[in-house]
C-alpha cells in the first residue's frame, strides 16, 4: 500500500492540461482503457462502480506480482481474499438495489418460480465465497508449487516458473477476480 500510494503521488503531481508527458499519456491510456473495458462490462449508467473495480484490479494485480520483490503476496491470506471478496458482495448487492429498487431486489429472489428463492438467497453468499476461494487457491497453490520446484531444483528451473506463477497468473487472478464482479454486478443489476 505504501508503494501505491507513493508511486500515486509520484505520478499525479505534475499533470498538465496542455502538452502532457509520456507518462501522463500513459497514465490515462491505461485508465481510459479500463474504463471502457469495465463499461462495456456494467455498462454507462453505472460508470460510478469503475473506481472500485479499477482499485480493486490494481490492489489484485500489485498484490500478486509483488512476490518477486522478495515481499510475501497478501493474497496468499485467506483473511485478505475473503475481505474482498465480501467487499465485492456488497457492492454488488448495493448496485441491484441502487438500480432497480428494494422491491425488485427481494422480488428476484422468487423467479422464475418461488421454490428456487432459497437457492437464490444462497447464491448472494456462494459467489464471494467462489471468488475469495478462487483468488486464495490460485496464489496457495501457485506458490506451494514453486517452493517444491525451489526445493528439487533450486538453480536456473525456478527462474521462468517463477516469471509464470507470480506475474501471468497473479495477473490473470486479478483479472478473473474483477471480471467476474463486473459480471456479477450487471447480472444483479438486469
Not at 13 to 31: C, D, F, T, W, Y
Not at 98 to 122: D, E, L, Q, T, Y
Not at 181 to 190: Q, R
Request: aromatic share 12%; proline share 6%; hydrophobic share 55%.
Amino acid at each position: 500500500m505504501a508503494a501505491l500510494t507513493i508511486l500515486s503521488i509520484l505520478f499525479v503531481r505534475n499533470l498538465k492540461i496542455e502538452n502532457p508527458g509520456k507518462v501522463q499519456l500513459a497514465l490515462e491510456s491505461a485508465i481510459g482503457w479500463a474504463q471502457d473495458f469495465f463499461e462495456g462490462i456494467i455498462g454507462k449508467e453505472n460508470k460510478r462502480y469503475i473506481p472500485y473495480l479499477i482499485t480493486v484490479a490494481l490492489y489484485l494485480a500489485v498484490s500478486n506480482v509483488i512476490g518477486l520483490a522478495g515481499f510475501k503476496p497478501p493474497t496468499k491470506d485467506l483473511n485478505v481474499t475473503a475481505a474482498l471478496a465480501i467487499m465485492s458482495m456488497l457492492v454488488i448487492e448495493y448496485s441491484g438495489i441502487h438500480r432497480n429498487g428494494m422491491k425488485h431486489w427481494v422480488c428476484h429472489f422468487a423467479k422464475p418460480v418461488p421454490i428456487v428463492a432459497p437457492i437464490m438467497v444462497m447464491e448472494i453468499f456462494i459467489r464471494p465465497l467462489s471468488l475469495c476461494m478462487r483468488l486464495f487457491g490460485n496464489m496457495l497453490g501457485g506458490f506451494v508449487v514453486m517452493e517444491l520446484v525451489k526445493q528439487v531444483v533450486p538453480l536456473l528451473v525456478p527462474i521462468p516458473l517463477s516469471f509464470y506463477f507470480d506475474i501471468f497468473d497473479g495477473l490473470l487472478q486479478a483479472y478473473v477476480f474483477v471480471f467476474l464482479t463486473a459480471l456479477f454486478m450487471n447480472e444483479e443489476m438486469e
